[in-house]
């Protein structure tokens, strides 16, 4: 069975600072890992995905394969990045994202 | 090209009453899935339909149902709707080759 674990449902931080969210997963073959974005108001969308390799928004994740970990960061936090992350597991020829419970982060000024 | 769209953006409906959401994919997507979003679960899938056909199944009572046309557009139905099935219901659609692309959402509200 494949899950996904976002340990925290709130990360709080102020502008400027690093920001790490948290993405464990559980699958025994080779997933495809994404993370997806929800701004207030406005539709879930892709943020990034692992084969891509590429920063959106200052933001990256790194597959670690050995601690089965997808954490996104970002160097320093805009207050534009508050919004609900969903970290996301796609294997086995599946269409369908397994999605983990999601991470509110909220940027102080 | 156009997004996936679903109707109607709210709804309310008391207990016990049914309910029909609506869902187009994005033109050439023949994938189609529902999630319900709800601040304490996060997302948790429904069920997905390809070519017309069920395809893969959440863990949601038998309530929730759905199907797909030919054209793939998607309707959800909640029978006998409880307090409890106030939620965000997210459709989304794929091809298979990108990822999944959502609609805004249908809100459901339950009184």
């Known amino acids: 069975a494949q899950r996904v674990t976002q340990p925290e449902k709130l990360l709080s931080v102020f502008k400027g600072a690093p920001v790490e969210l948290k993405c464990n997963y559980s699958?025994?073959?080779?997933?495809?890992l994404f993370w997806y974005v929800q701004y207030s108001r406005q539709r879930l969308q892709l943020l990034l995905r692992h084969i891509s390799r590429e920063s959106i928004k200052g933001f990256t994740a790194d597959l670690n394969k050995g601690e089965t970990s997808f954490h996104l960061k970002k160097p320093f936090a805009q207050e534009e990045d508050s919004a609900m992350y969903y970290c996301a597991l796609l294997g086995g020829g599946s269409y369908i994202p397994t999605f983990g419970r999601g991470t509110s982060l909220i940027v102080h000024p | 090209k156009a997004g996936v769209t679903q109707t109607p953006r709210y709804l309310i409906k008391t207990r016990g009453q049914q309910v029909t959401l609506s869902c187009s994919p994005i033109?050439?997507?023949?994938?189609v899935s529902w999630y319900q979003q709800t601040p304490g679960q996060g997302l948790q899938f429904l069920f997905e339909?390809?070519?017309?056909?069920?395809?893969n199944k959440g863990n949601f009572p038998g309530r929730f149902s759905g199907r797909q046309f030919s054209n793939s557009r998607s309707e959800m139905n909640v029978s006998t709707l409880e307090l409890g099935d106030s939620a965000l219901y997210l459709c989304a659609s794929t091809d298979g080759y990108t990822e999944a692309f959502f609609g805004q959402g249908t809100r459901l509200t339950v009184v």
């Open positions: 699958y025994s073959g080779s997933p495809e």
């Open positions: 339909y390809f070519s017309e056909t069920q395809r």
């Open positions: 033109s050439g997507h023949r994938s």
